[in-house]
Structures are given as structure tokens and as C-alpha cells.
């Protein structure tokens, strides 16, 4: 086992044969893209001029999405069940891992109460039928008034469901981005990579609301108590 990964339950299990891997950038570059878009611009929404002191990319495979988040936070750890996937990002990131790998499965991560600034899910939730028990898990760790990045695929879960279940945990909405929205063979045959990213860019936050496109990013804000306990 590589220095710096610690054990945990294995769940090696992956239905979306390009799930975390390295090549995922380059055979689906417009999605790849529109999701760093989506990232960059909810974490721009909350940081101007200042940084996150702690965020954790849960399930983000060998990282292609913690090297973003180590733009905004002073510490990144990557987390996933895969020992394979976080070795291949020592291949993918040659010149220095920009993050901190640590080998849990969603349900059970490695870190103390209220101890997180920021999470992300994103490619997470469409491998879980049942994601209740990740998003209270995520909610576990999340600071008091820290956020959470959670991406819902349509064609696994309805949005509307996945809000109530954050809410249920004490996660509460933001900003909802549409994200994905050329995502169809036909688009991607007749149109430059630029000019469906330039649509898209148009397109997610007025798209958000609708849950138009096959991902739906969710902001979401940490309250200091759960609803469900605040009515009690």
C-alpha cells in the first residue's frame, strides 16, 4: 500500500466502466469540463479572496477533481474506496500530488464530527440506490455553516428526492446549476468542443432551477441543527 492511504472497508465496485479513471478527461472532455465549470463556479460564489481551510473529494477516483479544490482550500483529501484508483494519481499528477489520499467508502469516512469546511460528491451518488446513509455521513463531518457540493445524476435519482434527504441531514440549498446540458451524441458530432461550452456556460445557472440537463449540482450550507431535530 502507497505511503499516506489508510485502510478502510473495500467497496471496489463500479458500474460507469470511466469512473475515476485517468482517461476520463480525455473521452469525455465536454463533460469533464462542464463539471470543472460548475466546481469553479459555486466555490467562486463563496470565496472571494479567501480560502477553505479543509475540503474532501469523496469518491473522486484519482482525483480529477481535487486538484481544483486545491485551488480554494489549504488542505485537500481525496477519498475512495479504490486503492487502484488513488494509486493512479500519482501517474496522473507526475510533478506532486496537489491533495492527500485516504482509502473509506462514502458511508464511513475518516474524519472527526463538524471537522470539514467543504465536500464533494460529484459521480458519487449514481453508484448508490440508496444514498441516505453517504449524505448523513457527509453531513457528519461538515462544520456548522460549511458546505457541500453534491452532483445528482437524473437518470439514477430525482432531484427533488435527493434535496429532501439533504435536508433531512441539515443540508440546505444555495444555488442549483444545470450541468451537462449538450450531453448527447448528436451535439457532440456537429458541434466544437468551444462553442458546447460556451452554451453551457449560458446555460447552468438559468437551467439550474429546472433540473434541465442530466446532472444537477447542488450548494449546499451545513445549518447548526438537523430540521427534523430543530422540530422537535
Request: charged share 25%; with cysteine; proline share 7%.
Amino acid at each position: 500500500m502507497s505511503p499516506g492511504i489508510t485502510t478502510a472497508r473495500n467497496t471496489d465496485v463500479r458500474s460507469d466502466p470511466s469512473f475515476g479513471r485517468a482517461e476520463f478527461r480525455e473521452s469525455r472532455g465536454y463533460e469533464h469540463e462542464s463539471e470543472v465549470m460548475a466546481l469553479r463556479r459555486l466555490l467562486d460564489r463563496l470565496l472571494t479572496g479567501s480560502r477553505f481551510r479543509t475540503a474532501v473529494d469523496v469518491g473522486g477516483g484519482y482525483g480529477r477533481l481535487s486538484a481544483v479544490l486545491a485551488e480554494y482550500a489549504d488542505q485537500v483529501t481525496l477519498v475512495d474506496p479504490s486503492s487502484q484508483q488513488l494509486g493512479l494519481a500519482k501517474r496522473a499528477y507526475p510533478d506532486g500530488l496537489p491533495f492527500r489520499r485516504r482509502r473509506a467508502d462514502a458511508a464511513h469516512l475518516v474524519f472527526a464530527d463538524g471537522s470539514i469546511y467543504l465536500v464533494t460528491l460529484v459521480r458519487v451518488l449514481r453508484q448508490l440506490p440508496h444514498p441516505e446513509p453517504e449524505l448523513a455521513e457527509a453531513s457528519r463531518v461538515l462544520r456548522p455553516g460549511g458546505y457541500a457540493i453534491i452532483e445528482v445524476t437524473k437518470s439514477r435519482h430525482d432531484p427533488q428526492d435527493i434535496a429532501r434527504q439533504l435536508a433531512g441531514v441539515g443540508l440546505h440549498p444555495c444555488e442549483v446549476l444545470s450541468v451537462s446540458n449538450l450531453r448527447h451524441p448528436l451535439a457532440k458530432a456537429v458541434l466544437p468542443q468551444a462553442a458546447m461550452l460556451a452554451v453551457e456556460r449560458a446555460a447552468q445557472r438559468p437551467l439550474g432551477p429546472l433540473y434541465f440537463g442530466p446532472s444537477v449540482f447542488f450548494l449546499m450550507r451545513k445549518t447548526a441543527i438537523p430540521r427534523q431535530r430543530a422540530s422537535a
